[in-house]
Structures are given as C-alpha cells and as structure tokens.
C-alpha cells in the first residue's frame, strides 16, 4: 500500500505542507525538534521514501509488460540500507506509472525466467557476483545498471556524482580550518579498495596535497562496527603520538551516527573538538545531536532514471548513455563555520 503525506500528517498532527516540507529538509522551515523527529519517526515506521519527480502522465502507459529488477541484497538486508530501498522505491513507482511489472531477483536468476518468457528487460541494482552477471547479460535484454557503471560500452547506466562531491567537500572541509581530516571507510566484502569506497578520494585528495598519512585511514568490510573502527582509529593515532583529528568523514551517516558514540566514549564534542560529515542524507542525520551534515543522494530519481533509460531502449534508442546525477552538501550542525562564511549547499559536479 503506498503510504501518503496526508497520513503521516494525520499521525503526527501537523499539516501536510509541513511533513512535506520536513520530509525534503527545507532549511527555512520553522519547527520545533519534537514535531519533526516524530514526523521523521512516522515516516520511517510506515516505510515512506520520497522518489523523486513524477513523470509526464502523457507517457503512461498500461499492461506495458516485465522487467527483472536484479537486486545485489536480499530483501531482508535492503530494509538496513535506506539508500537501497530509495532506489527500488523510484523504479517501482516510475514502473508504476507507465504500467510495468517488476519481478524482483538475485543475486541467483529464479528458474522462472527462461528466455521464453515476455520481459522488457532487466534493471541491476548494486555489484553482483560475476556467474550471476552472466546469466542477466546472457538473457540479451536491454539491460541498465542502477548506481554503478555499466561493465561495457554496451549498455546503459545511471551514477551519482559522489566522487566528484567527496573532493569538493574536503575541500570546504579544509577551508573551515580542519587541517587534521580523517576517514571511517565501511566497503563490501566483494570491493576493491583501489575502485570504491570513500577512502580512495580521501587518499587522492590527501596525497596531492602531501597531506596524507595512513594512520588517518582506517577500512572495514562489512559487517564492521563504525563504532569498532572509530575506535581502533583513535587509539592508532594515540599510539603514534599524533594529535587527533579535527575533522571525520565516514562512508555513510549510518557509520557516522557509530562514530559519534565512539567520540563521545573519548569525552570529545562534536563539532568543537571532532566534525563529522556522513553520506546519503538518511533521515537518521537530522535525528542525531549534534544533527549531521552529509552528501546527500538523490536515490529516488536514481531508481527512476534507471527506468526510463531501459525504457527508452525498448522503444529503439541504439545509443548507450551513462547519466549522471548530481549530489548536494547538506550542512548542518555537525560542522563548524568560524573559518569561513557560511555555504548552505555545495553541489557535485
């Protein structure tokens, strides 16, 4: 069932013009802290995920047929990862629109799909294991891959630009006077750590400056603690006789929220003594105290341009195309701003 504004509102008690507006973080709205944890509250006990834009109604379409969403995580993994569900939440709702089915898979194909069977084509959401790859590329459907680039030239492919957004907010990081940076980096156990990860453009960024030093970089797969790696970090840094650092980034703002209890375990503020930025704007970032700053992801309409591409091969296009989307800053409390004037948002690209 798809959960609406108005019931959240209706929940919570406040208008449905406020949840809205709570709901796509408008930094002008004026609103006690109370009301909007408990409309943040509602809104992630009734699982709703803001997707993005609407498409033209002009382009609907009804029983338009099958797509195969072949997913990296299990269901039951995905309801921990809020990025992953924003992703599946705005192709199923672009899918929604213009009258496609999903059948959602992986990482093993169900013996149900056969060749023979009537699909449009297949949507890839994270890095699948490569037997598995195979049998979707051997289906020789249009085929899109969802918040990675494709592994060919041959098809097609939506990104966000958060490499490009990691640089440009280590440099705003840097200009707020934080001269000792680190980095909690949580990767995949199947990641590579010279392709992904956080970690890789904090070490770029760092040695073209010759400012790195890897006692400063700490890497964990998952199911690593934030909390265990902060910690360990800390201690690294102790035992060398370095000083601590001034400011953290951590992969995500759910390894960021882990790390604020490690600092706090040390009897350090956030952001006086340690700033903390996180990453995918989740809606724990607004819930934690200080509230966090973090790149925020725009997943929703990642989910939906990966349906739309896939779309437009079915109706003929020939040419592969690789979207990229654009990342935001959001800045809140968990950064200090004495060093220089305050920036509200800092786009990627």
């Not at 069977?117 to 790859?133: A, Y």
Request: proline share 5%; glycine share 6%; aromatic share 4%.
């Amino acid at each position: 069932m798809k959960i609406t504004l108005k019931e959240i509102a209706a929940r919570v008690g406040v208008a449905e013009s406020t949840v809205s507006r709570v709901l796509s973080k408008e930094p002008t709205l004026s609103i006690s802290d109370q009301k909007r944890r408990a409309i943040i509250e509602t809104a992630e006990e009734l699982n709703y995920v803001r997707v993005g834009r609407r498409s033209d109604p002009k382009l609907s379409q009804q029983n338009l047929g099958r797509i195969v969403l072949v997913h990296e995580l299990t269901i039951d993994e995905e309801l921990s990862r809020p990025y992953f569900v924003g992703l599946r939440k705005g192709i199923e709702a672009a899918a929604l629109e213009h009258g496609a089915s999903l059948l959602r898979t992986g990482p093993k194909l169900p013996l149900s799909i056969e060749t023979s069977e009537q699909l449009l084509g297949c949507i890839v959401i994270g890095k699948l294991p490569e037997e598995t790859l195979a049998e979707v590329i051997q289906l020789d459907l249009p085929l899109v891959f969802a918040d990675q680039p494709a592994p060919d030239s041959a098809h097609d492919s939506v990104v966000a630009d958060i490499d490009r957004a990691m640089l440009r907010l280590l440099d705003l990081i840097a200009q707020r006077g934080h001269d000792r940076i680190a980095c909690v980096d949580l990767i995949e156990p199947s990641d590579s750590l010279a392709i992904h990860g956080r970690g890789r453009i904090y070490r770029q960024w760092s040695e073209a400056r010759n400012l790195f030093d890897p006692d400063y970089l700490i890497t964990g797969f998952r199911p690593s603690s934030g909390r265990q790696l902060t910690r360990t970090l800390l201690k690294t840094i102790d035992a060398a006789g370095k000083p601590l650092p001034n400011a953290l980034i951590a992969t995500t703002d759910a390894v960021a929220a882990e790390a604020y209890q490690a600092i706090a375990e040390r009897g350090l503020r956030i952001p006086e003594d340690i700033a903390v930025v996180g990453t995918n704007d989740s809606s724990i970032a607004q819930l934690l105290v200080p509230p966090l700053s973090t790149i925020e992801i725009p997943a929703g309409d990642m989910g939906r341009t990966a349906l739309e591409l896939l779309l437009e091969r079915c109706a003929g296009r020939q040419v592969t195309k690789t979207v990229t989307l654009h990342t935001t800053f959001v800045e809140r409390k968990s950064l200090r701003t004495e060093a220089a004037p305050a920036i509200e948002h800092v786009e990627g690209g």
